[in-house]
């Protein structure tokens, strides 16, 4: 198991990007979370096995059809076990 901190930027705000991220998440057995930031970016936690995990890191290069991804950011973190993959809702 691994951890990623992933930070997505461009027009990803608006566009259904954490809904979809939840959904390729789910398929791929990627527990964490995605919420907006304050800046316009996406922010996630993601936890589960490195091959899933890139498979997922992959997707958010590309995002839903309606996003324009201008730069991902991943760093590797601390396990923190998450149980799903929750969209936190508002800006933090």
Known sequence: MKHFNIRVRGQVQ?????????????????????????DGSV?????????NLDQFVQWCYRGPDRASVKNVEVHEGQLKNFSSFDVNRGMF
């Open 14 to 38: 608006g566009v259904f990007f954490r809904a979809s991220a939840r959904i390729h998440a789910q398929a791929l057995d990627v527990v964490g979370f995605a919420r907006n930031e304050s």
């Open 43 to 51: 922010y996630i936690e993601a936890e589960g096995q490195e091959e």
